[in-house]
Each structure stands twice: as structure tokens, then as C-alpha cells.
């Protein structure tokens, strides 16, 4: 009875929950399950030694990476929660944070397959040429670095991608976000990729941290449906560009995903 009692104790957390949703899905990395579950990496990585510990999770070696996924037992449905666990995902669907985490899967692994030495094996020789993206992911830097050095702006830029893209080209870039844990991932991103010449500010889109015509160019990508007022954003944005410079937006069409506005996306 104890043992059941923490076994049971241990599956009634939500955050476990969806962590163990994701992994029967695809194996993945702390550094992938936080960005999936938007969940700092201690506590992910707290919620994975308890789940190891209760043999619910394994931990694999590949490529210089320690992975995660369900334990055989589990994903072979012999487990004795394993039914309880497949109803309860099956029944989770269409829950607003399921399809959130679901979303955010899909775009964690199409990272992946652009970054070769992450996820491919030592008997894939010839793979790094057939993953799927790599091709305009290396044209679009190529691209990039025919741009002349002008100064940019990332509005809204979340956890620094695109902003790390950019100052690939770029003679500066200066990355605002309203979140300072978003922030604070991106600065590490930066510096883990040794990223130097991006300046990190915290703000609002409606009222930019930025002097008037500061950059060439301003981009809000994905960044413009988060605006409590998007008609503010933008002349916000015309106003920090400078005469002749270019402003970028990248946005969703119209659609009834209330989740996207939700605050898991910035939080």
C-alpha cells in the first residue's frame, strides 16, 4: 500500500503528467522538454529523477546527449499504471495546455532535424545531407551574410532564435521582450553560442525601450498577436526605424487557437 500510495502521489502533478505525455511521443533532452513544457530546467530535471526513481522514465546516451524517454514497460503498456496512463493522454486532447505542449513539440523537433550533431548517429554517415530543412536553414544564413552591417531590432524575441540569426549579419541587434525569464534564456542562449553583439532589453511592444530611428531594420516575428493594442506595436515599430529602413512582420492568420495568446507562449 505504500508503495501504491507513492506511486500515486508522484502521478498527481500536472507538470509530470504532461512531461510523461510528451515522452511517449519522442524521446528528448532537458534542454528540449523545457522549451516543450515552459518549465525552468531544475524542475525539470527534478520531475525526471522522480520519475527514473519510480522506473516510470529512462535516461540513454546518444551522440554526447543524455535523452529521455518512458521506461519499455511503460510504452509496452505491462506497467500496472501504463492503461490508466494511455486513457488519460487519449482523454487530454484537446485540453488547451496539451495542444500548447503539442505545438511546442512539433517546432522542438524541427530544430532538431536542422541541427545534425544533435540527433544523428555514428552509422548515419551520409544523413547530414538528407535532413529534411537543412537546405533553406543554410541558404537563409548564406543569404544573410550577404546583408550590409545595419542595426536590428527583435521585437518581442521570445528566447533570442531569431535574434542569434541575425547577429550572424547584423552589426547589432537589440532584442526586446516583456518577460525577463525569456530574457534570461536568451541571454544564455547568446552566450552558449558565443553571441556578443546583441543588446537585451525588457519592454513593452506598445512602448519600445528604443530612442527614435535607432535601426535599419525592425522585425516582429510571431510577436504582434502577444500586443494588447498591435495598432500601438506598429507605430512603435515605424518609429524606432530609421528613414528608409525596412520593418518585418511575421504573424498567424486568423484562426480560433486561443492557446497561441495564452501565457504559456511568453511566460
Not at 503528467?17 to 530535471?45: D, F, H, I
Not at 532564435?161 to 521582450?177: F, G, H, K, N, P
Not at 526605424?241 to 507562449?265: C, I, P, S
Request: glycine residues 8%; aromatic residues 6%.
Amino acid at each position: 500500500m505504500k508503495s501504491a500510495s507513492s506511486l500515486y502521489r508522484l502521478l498527481g502533478d500536472e507538470a509530470r503528467l504532461r512531461l510523461l505525455r510528451v515522452l511517449s511521443q519522442e524521446r528528448l533532452n532537458v534542454t528540449e522538454l523545457t522549451g516543450v513544457l515552459g518549465l525552468a530546467q531544475s524542475g525539470v530535471s527534478r520531475h525526471l529523477g522522480l520519475l527514473k526513481d519510480a522506473g516510470l522514465v529512462i535516461e540513454e546516451r546518444d551522440g554526447g546527449f543524455t535523452y529521455y524517454g518512458l521506461a519499455p514497460a511503460i510504452r509496452e503498456g505491462e506497467y500496472r499504471v501504463a492503461p490508466l496512463l494511455r486513457t488519460q493522454f487519449d482523454e487530454a486532447a484537446g485540453d488547451a495546455v496539451v495542444r500548447a505542449d503539442e505545438a511546442r513539440l512539433q517546432e522542438v523537433l524541427r530544430l532538431r532535424k536542422e541541427n545534425f550533431d544533435a540527433h544523428a548517429g555514428p552509422d548515419t554517415r551520409d544523413a547530414r545531407q538528407l535532413v529534411p530543412g537543412r537546405s533553406w536553414a543554410a541558404w537563409s544564413r548564406a543569404l544573410g551574410l550577404l546583408m550590409p552591417n545595419l542595426k536590428v531590432a527583435d521585437l518581442g524575441c521570445g528566447e533570442g532564435y531569431l535574434t542569434i540569426e541575425a547577429a550572424r549579419w547584423a552589426s547589432r541587434v537589440i532584442a526586446v521582450d516583456r518577460s525577463e525569464l525569456v530574457l534570461r534564456r536568451a541571454r544564455s542562449l547568446a552566450r552558449r553560442r558565443r553571441v556578443s553583439n546583441v543588446i537585451w532589453k525588457k519592454g513593452e511592444l506598445e512602448k519600445l525601450p528604443l530612442a527614435d530611428a535607432t535601426v535599419e531594420i525592425a522585425m516582429l516575428s510571431q510577436a504582434l498577436h502577444h500586443a494588447q493594442d498591435p495598432s500601438r506595436a506598429l507605430s512603435e515599430a515605424f518609429r524606432v526605424t530609421a528613414a528608409g529602413g525596412r520593418l518585418l512582420v511575421l504573424d498567424l492568420r486568423r484562426h480560433e487557437q486561443d492557446w497561441v495568446r495564452g501565457k504559456t507562449m511568453t511566460s
